[in-house]
């Protein structure tokens, strides 16, 4: 597996390079973030029927809803 890949969980695959950022679902920057994601339709929800967490902001505008806490998602990516 090359290094630019984080393994998130055992179904999910992540490029490290495309991340912009890893926030808690909670907080009010991905409540207003993910109102307006929802109109273009770039959200991935990712958490299998699970309690949302975290989510992750790509570059390419996608936002993926995962099911781990947003301080380990952080870990897996970065390290």
């Excluded at 099911?67 to 380990?72: G, H, K, Q």
Aim: charged letters at 25%; hydrophobic letters at 45%; one cysteine or more.
């Amino acid at each position: 597996m090359s290094e630019a890949v984080a393994r998130i969980n055992e179904n999910v695959y992540i490029v490290r390079d495309r991340v912009i950022a890893v926030i808690p679902i909670t907080s009010t920057v991905s409540r207003r973030i993910r109102a307006s994601s929802q109109l273009g339709g770039k959200m991935v929800n990712l958490s299998y029927g699970k309690e949302c967490k975290s989510i992750v902001f790509m570059d390419s505008g996608h936002s993926l809803l995962l099911a781990e806490p947003a301080l380990e998602v952080r870990k897996k990516i970065w390290g």
